[in-house]
Nanobody, 129 residues
Framework: DVQLVESGGGSMQAGESLKLSCAAS?????????????MGWFRQAPDKEREAVAG???????KYPDSVKGRFTISKDKSKNTLHLQMNSLKSEDTAIYYC???????????????????YSKGTQVTVS
């Protein structure tokens, strides 16, 4: 089965930066290759719905909602099969549990689809004060 293991959460001050990482494995017999599928990050704050914060298509196209555009950057390290989320200029409203997610059935996806992807990590807490 597909496994997504993330790391990098923590408590930060407003204005600081934080980088999340997500190591991908499993899937097909040859293993999940992140360069071939659509992946992304979403977050969920208390009493709020899941919100996609970054998407990455197989061809490298990136997508962000207005709430994080210019502050967050999604990227992938193909050699390590790892997805990253660089978060700069953090704000208190960025406080949430963050998840990385993957859909191995497609190469391209819309931002709103990411929170419903079939595979996602256990989540890591990001707190900004």
């Amino acid at each position: 089965d597909v496994q997504l293991v993330e790391s990098g959460g923590g408590s930060m001050q407003a204005g600081e930066s934080l980088k999340l990482s997500c190591a991908a494995s499993g899937g097909t017999t040859s293993g999940l290759t992140i360069r071939e599928v659509c992946m992304g990050w979403f977050r969920q704050a208390p009493d709020k719905e899941r919100e996609a914060v970054a998407g990455l298509d197989a061809d490298g196209t990136t997508k962000y909602p207005d709430s994080v555009k210019g502050r967050f950057t999604i990227s992938k390290d193909k050699s390590k099969n790892t997805l990253h989320l660089q978060m700069n200029s953090l704000k208190s409203e960025d406080t949430a549990i963050y998840y990385c997610a993957a859909d191995t059935s497609r190469n391209y996806c819309a931002l709103y689809e990411i929170p419903d992807f079939p595979y996602y990590s256990k989540g890591t807490q990001v707190t900004v004060s």
